[in-house]
């Protein structure tokens, strides 16, 4: 069985930046994994939460909400603090991810580039720094080679996505996105990904902007082939799997 892993920072990432694709490679057989690293509990949007322990056991419910929407067989919410993952250990979010890794072998991640995504979120880019090394470490018996010593064992991943765009957000700081390199039509399933974002109901005064910008878009979601275990030129793709193997 193929697998797919996605690592993202806050619960709606999984909607707003990777929902149609989740839920089509989910129809064609993929197992999917989202990890999100922190509760989202520094929202501006509170739900009606008294504090921030309350707002991040909500939201951590409605992200559980939106994966089903999404088919996705696996969700994951870590414990890091929304708004401050530039300001945390590297090492011990990275070991925890490369864990994750070694324990659930995606044969494919999917993750921000560091550039952050169109809002250019700090905990989006560290996100991305910390998904990017768990992809590389994962596979190598000199990184935290003490995981190896439970019966966990290296697993190498055979591709690297960051989400990737052809627009920007005006008003805001700027961002350099990586070029798209593979692009997926999520044709029907763009209303599958409103209904999962829909599914965050603490964040319903954004639902109307996001709804107006997804559906400006269209039905594609673009990503950019930011590491491969096979060595070459780059190649234009419509498919995030297209020459991974079913191996492990
Ligand atoms: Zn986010």
């Known amino acids: ?11 709606d990432d999984e909607a707003g930046g990777f929902g149609g694709t989740l839920r089509l490679y989910h129809d064609r057989g993929v197992e999917t994994t989202v990890i999100c690293v922190t509760p989202g509990q520094a929202a501006s949007h509170r739900g009606g939460a008294k504090d921030d ?12 909400a939106s994966c089903a929407v999404l088919g996705v067989s696996r969700n994951l919410v ?21 864990r994750l890794v070694r324990d659930l072998r995606p044969h494919v991640m999917l993750t921000f580039g560091p550039e952050g995504a169109v809002t250019g979120h700090t905990d989006h ?24 010593n439970d019966g966990l064992q290296v697993w190498r991943p055979q591709k690297l996505y960051y989400t990737a765009t ?12 990586a070029p798209p390199t593979a692009v997926i039509d999520i044709g029907a399933y763009l209303d599958t990904k409103i ?11 954004l639902f109307s ?3 107006q910008n997804i559906r400006g ?17 780059m190649t234009p793709e419509t498919d995030l799997f297209s020459g991974v193997t079913d191996e492990g």
């Open 1 to 11: 069985m193929l697998r797919l892993m996605c690592v993202t920072a806050h619960p």
């Open 53 to 64: 322990h309350e707002l991040a056991a909500i939201r951590r419910r409605e992200f559980a």
């Open 78 to 98: 870590l414990d890091y603090a929304d708004g401050k993952l530039h300001r945390i250990d590297l090492n011990g979010v990275v070991a925890e991810l490369t």
């Open 125 to 148: 880019s560290m996100v991305s720094v910390f998904a990017s090394l768990a992809f590389h470490w994962a596979g190598r018996s000199n990184r935290y080679p003490d995981q190896l």
């Open 166 to 177: 052809t627009f920007t957000l005006p008003g805001r700081q700027p961002v350099s996105p």
């Open 195 to 205: 209904a999962a974002f829909r599914a965050h109901a603490s964040q319903a005064p």
């Open 209 to 211: 902007l996001f709804e």
């Open 217 to 233: 878009r269209g039905t594609q979601e673009m990503f950019h082939l930011a590491a491969s275990s096979k060595l070459g030129m």
